[in-house]
């Protein structure tokens, strides 16, 4: 269960670092933030992987929550549009990393592998 909480703080990190990348070209003290929110958000992977989640599984669930959040909390913060195809793309990331998950869980059941 740590891992999983691990992971939900490195997205968290990963699309605060995001975010404030944006609002760093006109206030750059927020660079800061954004080197701070990378930095922990790559410790907290790290972290993850050390715990026994696959890297496909870790990475995809990452990377494609940190675009659907940073995408999502961009058109609030930022006032940026998201149009229909930006959303068919969210919804394809969706279902990627849910073929990745379940296809993990696939392979652990397979004769020989390992827990």
Do not use: N
């Not at 930095?39 to 026994?52: D, K, N, Q």
């Not at 990452?62 to 793309?89: F, N």
């Amino acid at each position: 269960m740590t891992k999983w909480f691990l992971l939900a703080a490195a997205i968290v990190c990963e699309v605060t670092a995001s975010l404030s990348l944006k609002g760093a070209l006109e206030q750059p003290l927020l660079y800061v933030v954004v080197a701070v929110g990378f930095t922990a958000a790559f410790v907290l992977l790290a972290a993850v992987l050390r715990r026994g989640m696959g890297i496909g599984v870790a990475y995809g669930i990452w990377s494609a929550t940190g675009v659907v959040l940073t995408t999502a909390l961009s058109a609030v913060i930022h006032d940026e549009t998201v149009t229909g195809l930006m959303g068919a793309g969210i919804v394809l990331i969706i279902g990627g990393v849910l073929l990745v998950e379940l296809g993990s869980h696939e392979d652990a059941s397979a004769p020989g592998a390992t827990p």
